[in-house]
């Protein structure tokens, strides 16, 4: 009667393992602890109070009314926590992603709500796949290429709101120009505006940086320094409001002379399937088809971006906080916080640097401080909205303009010239064609990688000496498009050669070898012994040796070594 128990009891607790697994929540909230619980509510009102200004700014950026930022800062909170795998990300609204979904949809708020279902899909699906290698085949200089010009596309693009100018094409070059062209219609108090809140926040970030540390002071710490410190890490919402006070004020004196964001729809978003389908404004209705059809490349690249973006971001905090992530079930929290957005009319999202940055360093805990994130995103959609009526638009560029200029690195092109000059030409691909299509830079860059990649494997490094025979050593792995090239040089160095000479092949750094290449050594030995010389494998790794002797190969021959395989041929001379 026991066995029965004990296998219920084993098969239960299977259950629970393979239910943690997709589910990490299990993992932490039984040891749940009040020290926790004060550090999460600490870590999620400061991440909440530089949530609201940024997501409001981005929402400039991907050309929607500023409330879409908001409908997208907070389903992110509570997904994660229930399928997160990262104590310190946070799912929201990025630059990037706000510049990609406007590059894709135009501004259209419900295209970008339909783009965000159907990210969502894709990154989930990706998951359940296990599909999380791809991302591997995007460079670390495609990623630099585009993170840098996507940087000055977006900071550009506010130049316009701090000079206060209506009318200018949102094409990177004709932006260029028409701002330049319209600066002598500036208006005066944008352009102090603008100007004066990138100078508080430039100077609220060298002050931070002048503290030494980026994490939160201790209670041992003085009073001014943790002033400083708050001040600092909150510098996007005090200078928002601050500026929302000042155009109020001018406002209520009869004196508009700042552009403000102006009427926003008020309360929360109602809970409701995206829309499939679109309308002109001639009434020509768009169906499904179309609309996706007209998504074209962005469909894949911002799906895409947004896993790098937020996985990298979790690596990297992960391993500065000593911990791992699983990064299929990355992969399933992003999907799935972008499905569950298209239902609030969110636009796509990914985790956020700067956010988790600031979440790191308050001292977060547990993924649980996500919600107190959301909820006070909640909580200004109820009650907030008609005063976000003020808010300059000069103030929001400012943020977003700070938020950027990081991503900037300028110095990343010259560490690639010391290590390696070839990767410049991937990010100089990525970083050019962003300016024309920000989603065909990072394609372009893709490809330009690929063909490299490509051409390293099928141009191995190979390295020929003679200690009185010819040696041949492989640098690297031998695949069928290097077929071609490997028999080239043997042609040219041995069989062709007067008189044709024996060689040896040091394959010790090849571990797989596919039928071509089975196909060309059995040529190749042909070759060999209708010249009357030896071709003579040394070093062959286990699993190489069982195909080729698999493959039944004439005259195949093989040592332990070069030593050894020149000592051969010396015999065979002898005996000759």
Known sequence: MERPLLGRGSALCCSYSYLKAWLPLLSWAPRYRLKWLQMDLLAGLTVGLTTVPQALAYAEVAGLPVQYGLYSAFMGGFVYTLLGTSKDVTLGPTAIMSLLCFSVVGGQPHRAVLLSLLCGLIQAGMALLRLGFLLDFISY?????????????????????????????????????YTFYKIPEARIGDVVLGLLSLSVLVMLVFMKKGLGSDDAPSCSTTIARRLVWTAATMRNVLVVVAASCVAFSWNAFGHPVFTVTGETFKGLPPFKPPPTSDTTANGTVVTFGEIVEDFGGGLAVIPFMG????????????????????????LLAIGVTNIMGSFVSAYPVTGSFGRTAVNSQTGVCTPAGGIVTSVIVLLSLAFLMPAFYYIPKAALAAVIICAVAPMVDYQVVAKMWRIRKLDLVPFVVTFLM????????IVGGVAVSGVLLLYRTARPQIKVSDPGMLVMELGSGLSFPATEYLSHLIHTQALQASPPRSMVLDCHHVSVIDYTVVSELRDLL?????????????????????????????????????EAAIQMETESLLNE
């Open 526 to 562: 042909r070759q060999f012994k209708l010249r009357e010389v030896q071709l003579v494998f040394s070093r062959l790794q286990p699993s190489v040796l069982e195909v080729l002797l698999a493959a039944d190969l004439q005259d195949f021959r093989h040592t332990d070594s070069v």
């Open 141 to 177: 200089p495609v990623i630099k290429g585009f993170t840098c010009a996507a940087a000055v596309t977006i900071g550009f693009g506010q130049v316009k709101n701090i000079l206060g100018l209506d009318g200018i094409p949102h094409d990177f070059v004709l932006e260029v120009y």
């Open 307 to 330: 896993l790098l973006e937020s996985i990298a971001i979790a690596k990297a905090f992960a391993s500065q906080n000593d911990y791992r992530i699983d990064t299929n079930q990355e």
């Open 434 to 441: 962003s300016f024309w299509e920000v989603q065909y830079g």
